[in-house]
């Protein structure tokens, strides 16, 4: 069965740094997602992404955050200069329609 | 702007039981909802779309119902396993504005 990637797995970086997540959606899907989850908290809506461009964005998703999609399969979330705060496990989604289908997450940790 | 709860928070019961998760949102105006289950560290699994239109969705020993008009939907699990063991999210859709989650019920079935 067709399924939603992430890399890393576990990223580790310090105050400032920018990161670069990765996803590879489900192939025929049009619609893509990004979602953050704070440990112990509610998963949040950063982004969603449509015909290669931003179509809806949280308060969260401020100028730090950039999304694209590079090419015909990856879905990318950077965050130029990383905080504290961004610690969280971040989950790409993809959508046919309507059911979003999640990825395994990437769990970042900044320090 | 959507609110999402979602009683109990956390349930244990013994294997064989039937059991009702609960969901409620503030805002009816919503074009579907999904239910997810989550297991500890890990993504989200899609367990059931209903769409707004719908009363109610069954996939094997789940099914999810809807009352738009009360602002509730309840995941009903038939004949509990410790394998369901996981947290269970629920998530309305209101157009353009996402999915929104609920805090999601914890449940343990016990052996």
């Known amino acids: 069965e067709p399924e939603v990637t992430q890399t890393p797995s576990h990223q580790v970086t310090q105050m400032g740094q920018e990161v670069i997540l990765r996803c590879v959606p489900i192939?025929?899907?049009?619609?893509f997602y990004w979602y953050r989850q704070i440990l112990g908290q509610k998963v949040e809506f950063l982004v969603s992404f449509y015909n290669n461009e931003i179509s809806e964005k949280s308060e969260i998703f401020d100028d730090q955050f950039s999304v694209e999609r590079p090419d015909g399969s990856n879905f990318t979330l950077k965050i130029r200069s990383t905080k504290l705060e961004d610690s969280a496990m971040y989950f790409c989604a993809s959508s046919e329609q309507w059911a979003q289908y999640f990825g395994p997450g990437t769990r970042l940790l900044v320090l | 702007k959507q609110e999402v709860t979602q009683i109990p928070a956390a349930l244990s019961v013994p294997e064989g039981e039937n059991l009702v998760l609960n969901c409620s949102f503030t805002?009816?105006?919503?074009?579907?909802l999904q239910w997810f289950r989550q297991d500890p560290g890990k993504g989200l699994t899609s367990l059931l779309l209903i769409q707004s239109s719908q009363r109610e969705q069954t996939s094997g020993r789940l099914n999810a119902s809807l009352d738009k008009s009360s602002g509730r939907s309840t995941l009903y699990i038939a004949a509990s396993q410790p394998g369901d063991s996981a947290t269970y999210l629920c998530a309305p859709n209101n157009y353009g504005q996402n999915f929104v989650f609920g805090p999601g019920t914890r449940l343990s079935v016990l052996p």
């Open positions: 192939s025929n899907h049009l619609y």
């Open positions: 805002d009816s105006a919503i074009y579907n």
